[in-house]
């Protein structure tokens, strides 16, 4: 026993050691002892060498108009570059931005452009100049007008082309098909040609870069070829705002809008005067409004009334109705008793409907007044008066909210039946007729898939005619809180707002019913504070934040997520700060230029990817407003998805002032570079580091107006490890298929030309 015992001790410290060693192989991260961020940096001045100095001297002898001097100047930049790529030194990068000052100062409307075009061929040329003089050279009316010639012309190509492949390759499966789907395609896009505008967008936005260009450079020779195109698309142009404004004043004819069709159908005529179709327009809309302004005046014009036509037994109607609380109901019963057909018995019929209403005897107001709208207006006098009460959604909610829930149903069931033809077909501005025998293959193909449609139905949602539904309750409800048919209202717009997630307004609904259930009422009240407190999450306005979180732990006391408001209240206090710009550490990482001494100087432990010294948080670095910043550092427990663990610091104003113009230089070049890593704009970012940069960020702008939420967000961290690219090719290879005409193809079509941002100011 006692001969063992040695043998055993080794063994347990060596498990000991072991043990201890893997604790530190597992050591969770830590706090650096050294300061974060450095809070001394200087810098040396930059002495000027000979590349400055003649960089100088181009400056100034361009600047003066001397082109001898300036000439000299570049040369000698450029044997300075020539001498420094010899030697296997990198060139000084300048005489590619002198040659282009150079450039700048040639005399002539093109000439510029013209040498940047040579200038862009040499090969010393940085990305972010060679960006910037790319652009330059696009500047110019007759490329960009050529850009859209080229875009009306493939999309022209590209529907032509479509209109072919696309029946071809669905009928892989079912050849027998293929003539039909052809021919098909081919009506379709005959139609779609025949209707087209005159000019086209594209070649609208050409036309204006074509006058821009001979606006700009009247004497260039480009001018005498341009002349003829503009007249010509000019003359287009006219034909295309005159279809477009008829196509309006037609429409407004059908509706029975003569007042809109007069004003489009005028406007037609003076793009093109005396144009035949624009008269006949115009005629119909005036005859029409006269028409209308006839019946409107003789509405207006009273009849003298003739002998006997009110009778005295009248008088105790006319009097109940003048009393407050006259006896309208025993007065009109009385009148329509002794005479029901005569004179004025419409007229106690409607003043007995309208008591029955105020009596709480809805339906049989609403009844009465029905049956009443339904008499000839010519033989009654309150037929007109009756129909505008029952048939107006706002004065009879119960008939318009009926109305539109069985349009709803019936939407479903169409739905179910003809697919996205329920609401009818597709305009193509034929005649109506026309247009349903051209849909009628369509539609019966869509018929075959009504099976898989009825699957769906109980997961369909809201279509755009419960919409009218849900306003039709809100108008009952508003008012008549207390009427006859609000529990069934009320019930269905509660329901209503549950199924699309609106918990907020199904609470306010169901509050308002007299007998709610309180067990309902608490479920609701849950959901509901859950729907506020999500939506407080993404609200970027810090005090806007702060207001909902307020106002959750009021109106939802006693539910999780007032407890969670609070907690996240007291957070927004304690964090609270003027600004909250962050850098996250995807961002320091893609430019260590931020991170370096040049930026925030940060400490070299926090990016270099050993926990044991302390490392960076992904959230990065916070500018706080004023000097204040808050380095956001992986927490103790090593976990990089947890809280991190904040500490803040000052930096003097000369520091921050590099910061910020270091961020800034950093993210335009950027943006210059990748056209996917943008410069987006933030007014409120834009005015703290101007601030900072004048060494005003002491003056602390405290405003919630004046708080900015921006992120600056690396590359990886905003796309992931590979980012989507668009391909070059103008065409896709689409895969198709479809269970209601058994079809299944590949075919290759062709894209459309993407829009330019200004499309919008040419439709």
Same mark, same amino acid.
């Given at each position: ?10 063994? $347990? ?6 043990? &201890? ?44 108009? %001397? ?31 002198? !040659? ?37 050279? *696009? ?11 080229? =875009? ?19 009928? &892989? ?45 009247? %004497? $260039? ?16 142009? @006219?034909?295309?705002? +005159? ?15 003569? +007042? ?16 035949? $179709? ?15 302004? /006839? ?186 809180? =207390? ?22 307004? /199904? *609470? ?8 709610? =259930? ?6 609701? @009240? ?9 939506? #407080?999450? !993404?609200?970027?306005?810090? $005090? ?24 996240? &209240? @007291? ?82 104003? /000369? ?13 335009? !070049? ?36 004046? #708080? ?56």
């Amino acid at each position: 026993m006692t001969a063992s015992r040695p043998s055993r001790a080794p063994s $347990a410290l060596a498990l000991l050691a072991f043990g &201890l060693a893997a604790a530190g192989c597992a050591t969770p991260a830590a706090t650096p002892v050294a300061p974060l961020v450095e809070r001394e940096v200087r810098f040396s001045p930059r002495v000027p060498d000979v590349a400055d100095r003649t960089a100088a001297e181009l400056a100034a002898a361009a600047l003066a108009g %001397d082109p001898r001097e300036t000439a000299f100047a570049l040369r000698r930049l450029q044997a300075i570059d020539s001498v420094l790529v010899a030697s296997e030194e990198p060139a000084t990068g300048l005489a590619p931005v002198s !040659h282009d000052l150079v450039n700048a100062t040639l005399d002539g409307g093109r000439a510029y452009r013209s040498a940047t075009l040579e200038l862009l061929e040499r090969d010393d040329i940085d990305p972010v100049t060679h960006e910037r003089l790319s652009q330059a050279a *696009l500047d110019d009316p007759l490329v960009f007008a050529d850009a859209r010639i080229r =875009d009306a012309r493939m999309l022209e190509f590209g529907r032509a082309f479509n209109a072919l492949a696309e029946p071809i390759g669905k009928s &892989l499966l079912t050849l027998t098909l293929a003539p039909y789907r052809l021919a098909r395609s081919v009506m379709e896009y005959s139609v779609a040609l025949w209707q087209q505008d005159a000019l086209p967008l594209q070649r609208r936005q050409a036309l204006v870069h074509w006058k821009e260009f001979i606006e700009r450079y009247p %004497d $260039a020779p480009e001018v005498s070829e341009l002349q003829p195109k503009v007249e010509a698309a000019e003359a287009q142009f @006219r034909v295309t705002q +005159r279809d477009q404004a008829l196509r309006v004043a037609d429409r407004a004819l059908a509706k029975g809008d003569v +007042r809109t069709a007069l004003v489009f159908s005028d406007r037609a005529l003076r793009i093109m005067p005396e144009d035949p $179709a624009s008269l006949e327009r115009r005629d119909e809309a005036a005859a029409g409004l006269l028409a209308l302004r /006839a019946n409107q005046q003789r509405s207006l014009e009273a009849v003298p009334a003739s002998a006997g036509a009110a009778p005295a037994d009248a008088r105790p109607l006319v009097i109940a109705l003048l009393l407050p609380a006259g006896p309208i109901e025993a007065k009109a019963g009385a009148l329509l008793e002794r005479a029901p057909d005569g004179p004025l018995a419409d007229e106690a019929a409607y003043a007995l409907a309208i008591a029955h209403g105020e009596a709480g005897q809805e339906d049989y107001m609403w009844d009465e007044l029905e049956e009443l709208s339904g008499e000839d207006p010519s033989q009654s006098n309150m037929a007109r008066h009756a129909a505008a009460l029952a048939h107006d959604p706002k004065h009879n909610p119960w008939a318009a909210f009926r109305a539109a829930r069985w349009r709803d149903r019936r939407n479903r069931a169409l739905w179910v039946l003809v697919g996205p033809f329920y609401s009818g077909v597709r305009d193509r501005r034929l005649p109506e007729p026309l247009e349903w025998v051209f849909e009628a293959p369509s539609i019966v193909q869509s018929m075959m898939s009504a099976p898989l449609r009825l699957l769906e139905l109980p997961w369909l949602g809201a279509m755009p005619s419960t919409l009218a539904v849900a306003a039709a309750a809100r108008v009952y409800l508003a008012r008549t809180p =207390d009427g006859v048919h609000a529990a069934v209202v009320r019930d269905w717009l509660v329901d209503y707002e549950g199924e699309r997630n609106n918990w907020i307004g /199904a *609470l306010s609904v169901a509050q308002t019913a007299p007998d709610a =259930d309180l067990a309902e009422l608490d479920r609701l @009240r849950k959901l509901a504070g859950a729907q506020a407190l999500d939506a #407080s999450s !993404h609200e970027q306005n810090r $005090a806007m934040r702060i207001g909902m979180l307020r106002m959750i732990i009021e109106r939802f006391d006693g539910t999780p997520a007032a407890t969670l408001a609070e907690q996240r &209240l @007291r957070d927004e206090i304690e964090v609270a700060s003027a600004q909250r710009i962050r850098i996250s550490r995807g961002f320091l990482l893609e430019n260590p230029r931020v991170a370096g001494p040049r930026g925030l100087a940060l400490a070299p432990g926090l990016l270099d990817g050993n926990p044991g010294n302390g490392e960076l948080h992904p959230e990065g670095v916070v500018l706080l407003g004023g000097r204040e910043l808050e380095i956001c550092m992986i927490a103790d427990a090593g976990d990089e998805d947890a809280a991190p663990h904040r500490q803040r610091q000052s930096i003097s104003a /000369a520091h921050l002032a590099r910061l910020v113009s270091e961020v800034e230089e950093v993210d335009l !070049h950027n943006s210059m570079v990748d056209s996917d890593d943008d410069f987006a704009p933030n007014a409120q970012r834009d005015v703290f580091f101007e601030r900072a940069r004048l060494g005003l960020a002491d003056d602390v702008d405290t405003r919630a107006t004046a #708080s900015s939420q921006y992120a600056y967000v690396g590359m990886r961290e905003r796309y992931g490890v590979v980012r989507g690219r668009e391909s070059i090719l103008p065409f896709e290879l689409v895969l198709s298929g479809s269970l209601t005409d058994v079809s299944l193809g590949a075919m290759p079509r062709m894209k459309a030309p993407r829009e330019t941002p200004d499309a919008i100011l040419y439709k």
